[in-house]
């Protein structure tokens, strides 16, 4: 059937379908009389028949925060003479075409904001927007470098000018970005103008100039930079290389972006002439500048003490992408560092971020000691919601504020005590750990106050519900197979106040995690790391998954064969006011299984009694998150008791001789955790599986000690006029001290961090030697010789007055 007669029959479908009121156009994630445009639709096959042509997927479905992506409309119908325009966030329009397929394809445009976009499609030039979707927004540095220009050697980009660094800069790009033979790159500038933190504080992107124009498509270019004196005040921007047809400088057209980045290679000629002076006086107004500016640095979150408790709070700390010890440590902002973590969730009033840096010791890296150091930023790098307005823009507030005068005082002068005044290193002594529970193997669970036992129900139960914080987490539970008596976790779902519903379950192959979205399927395949509403989710591969929420709270999900090992994380903030499979967190383990009627178990040697505890967590239907979106779910559990009480598990494993498994158990299973894998294996019938409850169990062990709290005393400074030796501030660190020549030593030599928090000692200072006394003794020694010289001088004088006086006498 060709193009024409298929749109004939999708006219006449859809007419039929507006007619009677079954139609996806406008009405895309409802649930209809007779069909369905919900994204659970296509599993349960109930689909209204218009659902692809109205609710679109889009390919690809992410792209730069920049824009200038082209996405394809997936599986819906354009009609060749159809004026197409996208509309994303309900007020961007940019404008689209039709190709040759009679596929719909849009622009991607400039977004001032990163994260899940509406997006919605007109074929009529804008008089109907009746396709609707959605479009991830992705930050600059997030993007995966397939999708963006790249600039060769970057570091000679941002020090071009500088001693001794000049010749051409080079870039490249996949010429399937930019889909024409003949291309323009441009040069794009970022700016922020107007009174900080007021009404008129506004960022923008401008067009500044064409590097060339013109130039075949050959994925690469490369020139020789000449300053700009016109533009000599952008010193923050972006390369951009679209096609040549184009006006110069016209938004929202298909566009490879570089990374933002320092525009060193194009400054004025002065910049050249002594890149260190002009970076000072830069340096110098926006150390006056900052001076006017509120302090954010008492909101933001102190960092953790070691490497150990960064990597492991992950419900508030993440890799920083431009220190990441997993991919070789390229530090270059922090050199002597070897990982650094971000703060996930920007400072509640002025949108501010914290980054920690460690040595390879473990220990944290401060100011104080290093231009490596851990700072704090006035922007947020990721931004932070709303977005779209300074100093939350991702990534453009932080270059403007915190990066850009780094440059200034640090990488292109010589001036960094300028820089660490307002961007000092946060210390650890108000950092607090969070508390951990986890959820594994047949499934047995650990609570945040260290109770450790096992509940094989079949149903969906409640791990975690904190009323006070909105914070709610399910778990769900099945058969391991038809003929054994034990179940495992199989799903997960969470939402924390009014944040998007994030559930992950098995695959139907149970070799990977799945994630949805309030109740649609998410792909990973382009981004790891996605923004939503209200909640962060990180996936780097298909069985490894990190759930975020603005609290602080994390869910880490991981697939071990076959089942589900959920480890949550909860900052201090929850304590006392959880409840659940996972406990009270209050650090007092005999309250911790507590019933939903308030009642508490005691007795935990006894299985029955931890059973009817965990059958009285069940759900009900008015609170379920899950997704049902097959028949088996809907009938398993949706239609039927939460609990299911036709299920009862193996409360004990039988050691008999005569199972072939007993001699596995003393292979694989010893120490702490011997009895859950021992479950495992002889009531699971899985080697295997009691294996990965071992490592599970293992893993969380770990998890607690990495997250043992620490004390720390602070930094301590060097005396002036004298040394220190010793960076490391935390409980049993020695730090040591000396003196310059000439000076002396007062107070202590050493001091060791106590468990109090506390340096022992007294201050340690520098003095020049006392030498009153010697000038005493010198001034009386002098006085008593002129004295004594006087008194001989006066004598002499008289001794020789009588000898003139006898010799008068004898001449008379």
Known sequence: MDGTRALILLFFVSFIGRASGNTCERNCGKVLDVCSCHPTCVSLKRCCSDLKEYCIDVSPYSGSILGGTDIIVENARFDKGSQV??????????????????????????????????????????????????????????????????????????????????????MTWST?????????????????????????????????????????????????????????????????????????????????????????????????????????????????????????????????????????DTGRFHTDYGCDMEKGSVCTYHPGSVHCVRAIQASPSYGAGQQCCYDSTGAQILTGDSIGGSTPDRGHDWGSPPYKRPPRIPGESHWVYDVLSFYYCC???????????????????????????????????????????????????????????????????????????????????????????????????????????????????????????????????????????????GVELRLREGTMTTTVLLPEEFKGTTRGLLGNMNGVAEDDLLLSNGELVTNLSNPEALFNFGKGWAISNESALFTYDTEYLLDTYYHSPRHDPSFIPEFFATDSPDDPLVNQVADICSGEGYQFCKYDILVGRSPKLGNATRVSFQSHSSLVRDLKPVAACGWLSPPTNGKKQGTTYVQGAKVTFSCNNGYTLSGAAERVCLMSGQWSGEETSCTEPNNIPGIIAGTVIGAAALILLITMLILHSKKNKNRSGHSDISAF
């Not at 030039?125 to 991830?136: A, E, I, K, S, V």
């Not at 972006?238 to 938004?251: A, E, F, L, Q």
């Open 85 to 170: 325009v996208c509309r994303f966030n309900n007020h961007t329009d940019t404008m689209g075409y039709v190709d040759e397929a009679s596929r719909g394809h849009c622009i991607s445009p400039l977004l001032y904001e990163t994260g899940w976009i509406s997006l919605q499609v007109s074929s009529d030039n804008g008089t109907t927007f009746n396709r609707d979707g959605t479009w991830l927004s992705v930050h600059t540095g997030k993007l995966d470098s397939k999708f963006k220009a790249v600039l060769v050697n970057s570091t000679k980009w941002q020090y071009y000018g500088t001693p001794n660094v000049g010749g051409s800069l080079e």
């Open 176 to 312: 399937a970005l930019v889909k024409a033979d003949r291309v323009n790159v441009e040069l794009w500038g970022y700016r922020e103008t107007g009174q900080p933190y007021s009404d008129q504080w506004e960022g923008k992107w401008e067009y500044l100039y064409s590097l060339a124009k013109d130039q075949p498509n050959t994925g690469s270019f490369s020139f020789l930079p000449k300053p700009a004196p016109s533009f000599k005040d952008w010193e923050l921007g972006s390369v951009r290389v679209s096609p040549s047809g184009n006006m110069d400088g016209i938004w929202n057209v298909q566009a490879a972006w570089t990374e933002d980045h320092a525009l060193a290679w194009h400054l004025e000629e002065r910049f050249r002439n002594n890149s260190a002076v002009w970076a000072m006086e830069k340096c110098l107004t926006w150390d006056t500048l900052e001076r006017q500016l509120p302090n954010f640095l008492d909101e933001i979150i102190d960092c953790p003490c070691t490497l150990a408790q960064a990597r492991a």
């Open 411 to 553: 990488l292109w002068s010589d001036n960094c005590s300028y820089y660490f005044t307002h961007r000092p290193s946060s210390d650890c002594r108000r950092y607090q750990s969070p508390s951990s529970a986890v959820v594994f193997g047949d499934p047995h669970f650990i609570t945040f106050d260290g109770v450790s036992y096992s509940f094989n129900g079949k149903g969906e139960y409640t791990l975690v519900s904190a009323t006070q914080q909105q914070l709610f987490i399910q778990a769900r539970t099945e058969p391991v197979s038809g003929s054994i008596n034990a179940t495992k976790l199989s799903s997960v779902a969470m939402k924390e106040a009014s944040s998007d519903v994030i559930e992950v379950r098995l695959t139907s192959s149970q070799v990977g995690l799945e994630v949805l979205r309030n109740q649609k399927s998410l792909s990973f395949a382009e981004q790891q790391w996605m923004d939503m509403h209200g909640v962060f989710v990180f996936s780097p591969t298909s069985s490894n998954v990190t759930v975020m929420f603005p609290s602080g709270a």
